[in-house]
């Protein structure tokens, strides 16, 4: 992920901007939203007020998700609301100059959020959990790079099926992980693909904040545009632990997702061929 490094001068200027374009001056009422917010809302020269309803604009250094300016904006609707930067489309990341954003900063986050949980993070279980908490989701995030792998070959148009692909993932609702088994099949057109790509298109897609059915979307349509194939086949099979461990607590369910491209969609036998290889072989359709 792209990251700019923003300077004092650049938060400068982008005030000095700012109080041009909306007039502001020193007689205006600010509020700084808590805590960032309050930092930059003290350069403005303004009259800082501690309490919403009394100033005349409200202002924020960052918009992230844009649940705080919807806060803001329903409680205070006559308000206007201010944000010196907004993140980009791509997600940029923008740090600013009195964020340390260290490894001490990130753990302190996880600290937080076993105090909010009502945990201790100073009992000796959890000491360092914050630390490994970290390292594993890097781990998890970090899926290795690999070079799809095609070669040439003629009159090949038998059906190539991967069954039993183990993959894990995290629901990106609960942040609380599902995993199965996978079953990948394409029928060559000129091009095949070392078989352990198969397994690498799968885990690189399932090793992030996902859901199911992208995961199956994602793996489906990636094979397709490498191998121009005549027809790409995905069936993901898995347990969700956001449905199992809280909400209805159903254990042992299994959730089955596919995608169908090309000669699996459009020809009959070519998909029935394919779902009996799996059928029988682990009975999940």
Not at 66 to 82: A, L, W
Not at 104 to 115: K, W
Not at 257 to 283: C, M, V, Y
Request: hydrophobic share 35%; net charge positive.
């Amino acid at each position: 992920m792209k990251t700019i490094e923003l300077t004092w001068e650049d938060i400068i200027s982008r005030i000095e901007y700012i109080k041009k374009k909306n007039k502001i001056t020193s007689k205006t009422k600010i509020f700084g939203v808590p805590k960032n917010g309050m930092i930059v809302a003290s350069f403005f020269g303004c009259k800082n007020v501690y309490n919403p309803e009394d100033a005349d604009i409200i202002v924020d250094d960052i918009i992230d998700s844009g649940k705080t300016k919807k806060k803001y904006r329903k409680m205070f609707p006559k308000k206007k609301f201010i944000v010196l930067f907004e993140k980009d489309k791509k997600g940029t990341w923008i740090n600013f100059p009195y964020e340390k954003n260290s490894e001490s900063d990130y753990q302190d986050l996880v600290v937080r959020l076993l105090q909010v949980i009502g945990e201790d993070p100073n009992r000796e279980g959890l000491l360092d959990t914050p630390r490994r908490y970290l390292d594993a989701f890097k781990e998890f995030l970090s899926p290795p790079e690999f070079n799809m792998t095609t070669f040439d070959v003629e009159n090949t148009d038998e059906m190539i099926v991967q069954l039993d692909i183990p993959f894990y993932s995290f629901c990106e609702h609960h942040v609380l992980p599902f995993f199965g088994k996978g079953y990948i099949a394409y029928v060559p057109n000129k091009k095949i693909v070392g078989l352990s790509k198969l397994a690498r298109t799968l885990e690189t897609f399932s090793r992030r904040l996902q859901n199911q059915e992208r995961i199956t979307n994602q793996v489906a349509q990636y094979l397709q545009a490498n191998l121009k194939a005549k027809g790409v086949a995905v069936v993901l099979k898995a347990r969700h632990m956001c449905m199992e461990m809280r909400g209805v607590k159903t254990s042992d369910t299994h959730t089955i997702t596919s995608k169908l491209l090309g000669s699996f969609k459009s020809d009959e036998r070519t998909r029935a061929e394919f779902l009996n290889l799996i059928g029988n072989h682990r009975n999940i359709v």
